[in-house]
């Protein structure tokens, strides 16, 4: 994938990191574009599996968080691998065309998931696959990609609650409400198409899909999964876990911690002083006086919010507490907004036992 988007080098202003286009000399303006629909951003940090086969459905359902043995052609999805503790290994954003699913990943942990999947086909009828050397990412509004040769669409269903899935934000409040966001699978040779019209047709880079993606509070697995995080912990069970279907890897701690317990830390938006040139990156350390209380996973400029990052926090950081994020040029001031609330989980209703040794009444 980074030797495809190669060809954007000779595009006015292009930056390529990584082997992805990055900007085009103004971020900015290049996020009000895409929210806008008036541009289309190639996701060269993202890339494609495909798993053909007629046991893949139900044989990726029996080992992810999401259904997925009843998905009709064309339905967005997502889905998680969990490890045995329920913490997020890997996510994928998923659609079926009737005859191939389509798992749209991280690039940097494709290889990964693939390896994983491949260990466990068993004798079922499945073949994964990576296809990110002959296929592409492109994201923008639904209107923006819809001329594009597309060989599957995936529409996000973010923020909304997913079958069996459960929101712990407020759904009336929730920064991403009316969000259009669509990635859609393209021939490789489709980016040299874009390249040539960029002219008339404008370009995003990453940096402007990712500013879109941390104000509308969305999860994506290789920012905000560090190895120990909860499904909970970042408000994912909304869209890509579904809490009434059978046994999976993780499954127990998915179910205790939304049933009985609460998660341990949670995610929060922080708005961010602008008043210098201080972004912080994933890792600075979040501080609510003299003590670390979280880690920031994601931060980027906003064309309207200005400097912000999410970060995963102690679930008991009082709401209103002063913090200061820890960069390595400085500290600087942020005041958080909760996206999961802390008393996010406990959700059964367990009936209070009598004491025992309590007799009734004779």
């Known amino acids: 994938m980074g030797d495809a988007q190669a060809v ?11 082997g992805a286009l990055t900007h085009l000399g103004a971020p900015l303006r290049e996020q009000r574009l895409l929210a806008e629909g008036r541009a289309v951003a190639p996701l060269g940090d993202r890339t494609v599996l495909t798993v053909d086969g007629a046991d893949r459905l139900t044989w990726l359902d ?5 259904a997925l043995a009843a ?18 290994e890997y996510a994928a954003s998923v659609v079926d065309d009737g005859e191939r699913t389509w798992l749209i990943v991280d ?11 491949t260990r466990m086909r068993f004798r079922l009828r499945v073949d994964p696959q990576d296809a990110g050397a002959t296929h592409a990412v492109v994201g923008g509004t639904a209107a923006a990609v819809a001329d594009l040769p597309a060989l599957a669409l995936w529409t996000d269903p973010w923020p909304g609650v997913s079958a069996g899935g459960w929101g712990y934000a407020a759904a009336e409040t929730h920064a991403a409400v009316g969000r259009d966001w669509s990635e859609v699978v393209v021939p490789a040779e489709t980016l040299a198409t874009l390249a040539a019209r960029a002219a008339e047709r404008p370009l995003a880079g990453t940096l402007a899909a990712e500013a879109l993606r941390v104000a509308a509070w969305r999860p994506r697995a290789v920012t905000e999964a560090d190895g120990r995080t909860l499904p909970h912990e970042v408000d994912w069970m909304r869209t890509a876990v579904h809490l009434a279907k059978g046994c999976y890897r993780g499954q127990e701690t998915v179910a205790k911690v939304h049933n009985l ?10 708005h961010l002083d602008g008043s210098d040139a201080l972004l912080p990156a994933p890792g600075d350390e979040v501080r609510a006086g003299e003590n670390a209380v979280g880690t920031v996973t994601s931060a980027a400029r ?3 919010d200005g400097p912000i990052a999410l970060a995963l926090v102690r679930r008991g950081v ?13 500290a600087v001031s942020a005041t958080a907004q909760a996206i999961v609330p802390a008393d996010a989980g406990a959700t059964a209703n367990v009936p209070r036992l009598p004491r025992l040794g309590r007799r009734a009444s004779a």
């Open 71 to 88: 998905l009709a052609p064309g339905e967005s999805t997502e889905l998680l691998v969990l490890d045995p503790h329920g913490h997020v």
């Open 107 to 117: 690039r940097a942990a494709a290889a990964g998931l693939l390896a994983w999947l």
């Open 62 to 66: 029996s080992l992810t968080s999401q």
């Open 8 to 18: 954007f080098a000779d595009v006015a202003g292009a930056v390529l990191d990584d």
């Open 302 to 304: 906003h064309y309207e």
């Open 318 to 330: 009082p709401a209103d507490a002063a913090l200061q994020v820890v960069t390595g040029d400085g």
């Open 261 to 270: 317990g609460h998660p341990p830390r949670r995610l929060v938006l922080l």
